[in-house]
DNA sequence: CTTGACCTTCCAGCAACTGGAAGCCCTATC
DNA sequence: GATAGGGCTTCCAGTTGCTGGAAGGTCAAG
């Protein structure tokens, strides 16, 4: 099948599509007129890289998890340490923009938002 | 004063510091020598542009808060308002993050992590 | 006078795409 | 058979916010 179909099955925008051929995640077939030929395998891949994406893993991240995929003799401790290892990074980023978020809220209730140029947002950032 | 003693004020690279320059969030004075060199005001508005990323706004957002801080006729409620939506986008991130983190904590409780290659982690990006 | 730390500019690269240009292919319709 | 359109191709550039490194100038100490 042709890349828009692929695309359509996988949510996956065309553009994306063919960086991940770029760079070697997937290697769909070539038609004769140069088009690329998406088996059901092909499809397959692609909407497993895009769940793994939505989870947030890297692209080096899902590359060897696709390796893992499509490895019978892999060990699940070895999948399992790297989503462990990417689920910390996440609580990470959370941990972060909630500290963010507190501080954040807390200058965006102090300020009265009106005409007047008296503003404890700018005066946190000024003074730290 | 130099860079360096600049960046120790401030906690910025250096690097850093040349990029805001080259992106026109500063425009430090220069010596003889061509070296940069930092007034007491320049190093406070580093020291301003490090407080507001740390929050997280992005750089077109630090130049609009710079030029609202240097503004005496500003109104709070143009800050308000900024700080405002930059929070939204925070609390959307942090919603989507914690998304992941659902999935993935479920995910990571249900993998044995043995040396068998059974996987509900490869088997859910696998058929969704 | 040399050494070493500091400074300068410029170029390249990171992640993961996304947009756009120039041009080929395929099908349908007139 | 010509043409119009939609989809496909490649390639190049841009995004965000720096960061690393190379090649070379400057300055203070010994």
Excluded: W
Excluded at 23 to 34: D, E, Q, V, Y
Excluded at 36 to 44: G, I, K, L, P, T
């Amino acid at each position: 099948m042709n890349i828009g179909d692929a695309a359509a099955r996988t949510g996956l925008p065309p553009k994306t599509i063919r960086y991940y051929e770029e760079i070697g995640l997937i290697r769909p077939a070539r038609g004769n007129s140069g088009y690329r030929d998406f088996s059901d395998a092909d499809v397959h891949k692609l909407a497993f890289l895009g769940r793994a994406r939505a989870l947030g893993f890297s692209i080096e991240d899902c590359r060897t998890l696709l390796g893992l995929y499509e490895d019978e003799s892999r060990s699940s401790a070895d999948v399992k340490r790297l989503a462990r290892s990417h689920l910390a990074q996440i609580e990470d980023k959370i941990a972060a923009l909630q500290s963010m978020r507190a501080t954040l809220s807390h200058l965006v209730d102090a300020c009265a938002g009106d005409e007047r140029p008296d503003c404890p947002i700018l005066r946190d950032l000024a003074e730290g």
